[in-house]
């Protein structure tokens, strides 16, 4: 190869169109407006690593964690609230603003009152204590554990691997008054009939027989077998501990294991009218989330029935007890006047005491009706005396409208309180409000029966006068007349008293009987068959997802803080003064390079070695081919390749005819002479020292035809050898035996040797490594080297050219260094190259 270019004597500084700024785009470099993914794209092809390797290991995990759960089991039923749909169909036929509802029953309001009432913490509570889930007993030596999601598996996922052995035992209404023993393993001894003793350290806590509630200082249960009629012998040992129910409780809220819904999922418009409600609960034994299930269902239906019932059995069981009363004084009251009239002689009275008789009857009839009707009215009284009582409305079932209207006022705007405590605080303006309309509701039923408790007591009293003047009447009638009359009305009076109370707790009875609720279990609780977690495949994806994500982070991370260039562009970009010599693609690296391995041409024919023979045109473009040419090869950092190239371009130029001499200055850390296995002494620094002429350290490469003085020993003061004036004198001389001498110098600002060397060479190559070199070390490297006021000119080394520019160099030769770069591509990479090309 043959130029003829003069060389170029202009600063550093000026770029001139026609130099190697010019061949290798100039007009490119400050281009920004394109984006460019390619240095992204390549940042995750060299990172690949990360996302498979946490990606994999995330995997890995997933299914170790998912082996090692236990799976959770789904048990659901239906509660269809028939009353609440009666309710709803009496509550649309009002009239004049009156409603037609006589206490609201069960409904008492609307269904979402009625969910939020199944889901409570009282209820809850009451269902944990009836199924039994907070005690745990198993027989001596037997101790059961949940399965692991591994064992359900080899266990043939089947639900029979949970169900209770035939000498299971169970613990209802369990529930312990001391602290102290809330979790603690107690011992339970049997004796002969099913008799039982609870120790705790020796010490007996607790005697009860099976199937009967044991009730004791310290603890409470009723002990039960699984499978009737399994009574355990005398002698046998079991082990209980007991949870509290609201621990209980507030583990299930925690989690979220008991689930009450309106509806049965057919859609979100059909659950807002349905009178429907799905309970389901969640634990990790199957059968334990049924027995939940179906006692929050139970629990429900005997506290709304019991609510229900409240004022009819208050006033039944009143009314029982006051006929047990007059029941036995009227039996006296005929006992002695049998006894009177036999001695007396005295067997009838006067029409006219008949008379007084019947009428004082009636009036002992009325009194004792507006008894029943003011006890009735202080029952309600009482309750609303109550500060910050809740107001049941089942109390009422008074025959007055303006009553009742009050009553389904008020149980509406408790319903109301309550949905709006479940999203606001006690603060809010809407709970302030509606607390204010029930104070104001509680006011007026206070009023009202206020009111009517005062002409109660006001007609009392009447019926009393009147009753009194009859007996005063009474006092005309002869002695032992009076004392047959007396007998006589007492008897009359109490049978007839007895008759009307005797009617009246039949009207309680039926009314009792008619205010039961009409609420039923539609579908017992029904187990899944499969465990509804952990959802292996959804949790194998999701870890391996949420790996390959933290594997892409870190390589995006490692992007962002990356302190190199990350492509040449924006090394171009932010240094435009300087000339670019070349821009060499990432050569084929070896697994693990050393300094016998780092210096090898590459292939002519790949994409690198068609980058060289650019980078050897434009040198000769910028330097021309006047003898003597003395350049030093300079970089930021150790590792940049500048070693590597002083070699290949050395090599490259004497592969197109030129003489060239390799130095290697590094004499901190001599590695010329390892790469070309030659002798390491004589050379540079036994020159500088006079311990040997230049002729003697010279070495010939025969192989690529070059030849090399190497770094020699290394000295105690290399900048002092290096500035001692002896360089330049050997550089003179050595000037008219080459085209071209090239200078390896250590990295600067590392070390400050090209300071020293840099005023003796014709020309400055700094070197700068894509995804390598840090910005800021080679801002000072260029500060450095500009300031020594000779031509400079910048390698790029590391690029990654296909994925910058989406071409490569070489005219379609590869990267690569074997013959594969040649083989056309096949599959889907023939199909990428062809869309890339359209």
């Known amino acids: ?39 992204i794209l390549q940042a995750i092809r060299e990172g690949w690593k990360w996302p498979v390797a946490l990606g994999g290991s995330f995997v890995l ?45 069960a409904q008492g309001s609307s269904m979402e009152t009625q969910v939020e009432i199944i889901n409570s913490r009282d209820m809850i509570e009451r269902a944990v204590l009836a199924s039994g889930i907070n005690a745990q007993v198993w027989q001596t030596g037997h101790r059961p554990s949940a399965l692991t999601f591994a064992g359900w598996k080899l266990g043939g996922q ?41 120790l705790h350290h020796g010490q007996a806590l607790l005697t009860g027989k099976i199937d009967q509630p044991a009730v004791g200082p310290e603890l409470r249960l009723m002990l039960t ?5 399994y009574i355990p012998v005398a002698n046998t ?31 979100a418009d059909a659950a807002k009218t349905s009178y429907l409600v799905t309970i389901s609960a969640n634990s990790t034994d199957p059968f334990v989330a049924r027995r939940l299930t179906n006692a929050l269902m139970q629990t429900y239906l005997n506290q709304t029935r019991s609510w229900s019932t409240d004022q009819a059995a208050a006033t039944y069981d009143y009314l029982s ?54 006890y009735g009215l202080q029952q309600v009284q009482r309750t609303l005396a109550q500060p910050g009582a809740t107001l049941n409305p089942y109390l009422f079932s008074s025959k007055d409208p ?76 002869p002695q032992s007349e009076l004392e047959v009359i007396s007998l006589t009305r007492s008897s009359e009076v109490l049978g007839k008293l007895y008759m009307f109370l005797l009617e009246k707790q039949e009207e309680a009875a039926i009314s009792k009987a008619s205010t039961l609720t009409k609420n039923r279990i539609l579908d017992t609780a029904l187990i899944a068959n499969l465990p509804v977690a952990p959802k292996a495949g959804k949790e194998v994806a999701l870890y391996g997802f949420l790996g390959v994500l933290l594997g892409l982070s870190i390589v995006f991370g490692r992007y962002l803080l990356h302190p190199g260039f990350r492509s040449d562009e924006g090394l171009r970009r932010r240094y435009p003064f300087l000339p670019v010599y070349g821009l060499l693609p990432a050569a084929h690296a070896v697994s693990r390079p050393t300094k016998e391995t780092i210096f090898s041409m590459p292939d002519p024919r790949s994409g690198y070695g068609e980058a060289l023979r650019l980078l050897r045109g434009n040198f000769y473009l910028a330097v021309g081919e006047a003898r003597g040419q003395v350049v030093a090869m300079t970089s930021a950092i150790a590792g940049d390749g500048k070693s590597t190239l002083a070699f290949q371009l050395a090599s490259a130029l004497a592969q197109d ?17 390892l790469a070309f296995h030659v002798t390491q002494e004589p050379g540079l620094a036994g020159i500088l020292v006079g311990r040997s002429t230049w002729q003697a350290a010279l070495h010939h490469i025969a192989e690529i035809g070059i030849d090399l003085i190497t770094a020699g020993n290394t000295p105690p003061n290399p900048s002092e050898h290096l500035g001692s004036g002896r360089l330049e004198q050997v550089l003179a001389d050595l000037r008219s035996g080459y085209d071209y001498i090239f200078i390896d110098t250590p990295p600067f600002p590392m070390v400050g040797d090209i300071l020293t060397i840099g005023p003796l060479a014709d020309r400055l190559l700094t070197i700068a490594k894509v995804n390598h070199t840090p910005r800021r070390a080679y801002q000072e490297h260029l500060q450095g080297i500009l300031g020594l006021n000779r031509p400079v000119g910048l390698i790029v080394n590391g690029i990654r050219v296909q994925g910058s520019y989406g071409y490569g160099y070489g005219y379609g030769y590869g990267y690569g260094v074997s013959d594969k770069a040649h083989t056309p591509p096949k599959g889907w990479r023939r199909y990428l190259r062809l869309r890339r090309k359209k």
């Open 61 to 105: 995990l997933a299914v170790v964690v998912v082996l090692f759960t236990k799976p959770v089991f789904n048990a659901s039923g239906t509660l269809y609230l028939a009353q609440a749909e009666k309710t709803q169909s009496a509550g649309s036929g009002s009239v004049d603003g009156v409603s037609l509802l006589s206490g609201l029953l």
């Open 225 to 229: 077998a699984v499978k009737s009629p």
């Open 657 to 673: 005819g030129k003489k060239v001499l390799l130095i290697d200055a590094d004499l901190r850390n001599p590695h010329a002479h």
């Open 237 to 267: 040992q079991y082990h209980i501990q007991i949870s509290n129910a609201l621990g209980v409780y507030k583990a299930l809220a925690k989690t979220g294991a008991i689930s009450v819904v309106r509806g049965t999922g057919a859609g």
């Open 321 to 374: 007890r006051q006929l047990d009363k007059i029941r036995t004084a009227l039996s006296n009251a005929d006992t002695r006047l049998a006894s009177y009239q036999s001695k007396s002689g005295v067997i009838a009275v006067s029409a006219g005491a008949k008379e007084m008789i019947g009428q004082l009857a009636d009036y002992e009839t009325q009194r004792s009706q507006a008894k029943i009707t003011l």
């Open 1 to 39: 190869m043959t130029d003829n270019h003069t060389p170029q004597t202009t600063p550093p500084h000026a770029v001139q169109p026609g130099g190697p700024m010019g061949l290798m785009g100039a007009h490119d470099a400050g281009e920004g407006d394109e984006i460019n993914l390619g240095p």
């Open 158 to 198: 089947r639900l029979s691997l949970y169900a209770p052995g035939p000498k299971a035992l169970r613990a209802l209404y369990a529930h312990v008054t001391d602290p102290a023993l809330e979790g603690k393993t107690l011992t339970i001894r049997f004796g002969q009939g099913g008799q039982y003793q609870i």
């Open 402 to 477: 303006v009553m009742n209207s009050l009553a389904t006022r008020l149980a509406e705007a408790q319903s109301k309180l309550i949905a709006l405590q479940k999203r606001y605080t006690a603060a809010a303006p809407q709970v302030v409000q509606v607390q204010a309309d029930i104070a104001s509701i509680r006011s007026a039923i206070s009023a009202l029966v206020q009111n009517q408790e005062k002409m109660a007591t006001q007609q009392l009293q009447s019926i009393d006068a009147i009753i009194a003047q009859h007996q005063s009447d009474m006092g005309k009638y």
